[in-house]
């Protein structure tokens, strides 16, 4: 096989007549490809939203749990009913405070099990590009998260035992005075 040698004028020929083609061809791709690429962008912005509401769910749910077991720690009268209500309160307004859209939807129920407690959030997220829809018809219109906290049923209980720092001073006084006579006595 042989190659024909390219001489200045067919290369000038061929340079303008693909050039046109090519810019011609480029634009006409790219008006025919922008709208999935918009909608590819969007379909990627959603889902980061949505993995992002998903795990500021979890991290307002364990924020919660920690602030409810602290107040209710002091209160003998606390139902699982004031907890539970405490715990969505202080869920919706960790989740606000984050900026994460339709922290309203945030519901929570707390109930025991053995020597556990149990905090079960729901969150509903529905998306906010409605193009994503368009091209993509199998999404459903909203989302639903779950979170889950299992703790000790004892962060719940009220604890009325005061502990002052004499009665630290005086333990690890003894405790010490205790070593210091183990270490003076020969061990047979």
């Not at 202080?90 to 922290?103: E, G, M, Q, W």
């Not at 979170?147 to 405790?175: G, M, Q, R």
């Amino acid at each position: 096989m042989e190659f024909k040698k390219t001489t200045i004028k067919n290369k000038q020929d061929f340079k303008a007549f693909g050039q046109k083609r090519s810019k011609a061809q480029h634009l006409v791709e790219f008006v025919l490809f922008f709208p999935f690429l918009v909608g590819i962008i969007a379909l990627l912005s959603e889902i980061g939203y949505g993995i992002n509401a998903g795990i500021e769910l979890n991290s307002a749910l364990n924020r919660a749990v920690g602030a409810a077991s602290s107040i209710y720690r002091n209160n003998n009268n606390s139902s699982y009913k004031d907890i539970s209500k405490e715990i969505q309160d202080n869920t919706r307004k960790i989740l606000a405070s984050r900026k994460v859209p339709y922290s309203d939807t945030v519901k929570v129920q707390t109930f025991e099990v053995e020597d556990f407690t149990i905090s079960v959030a729901t969150y509903t997220y529905t998306y906010a590009f409605t193009l994503v829809n368009t091209f993509f018809g199998a999404i459903p219109d909203e989302f639903h998260f779950k979170s889950i906290v299992i703790s000790n049923k004892a962060l719940f209980l009220p604890n009325s035992y005061n502990i002052t720092d004499t009665n630290l001073a005086n333990d690890f006084t003894d405790y010490r005075n205790t070593a210091q006579q183990n270490e003076e006595s020969p061990q047979t």
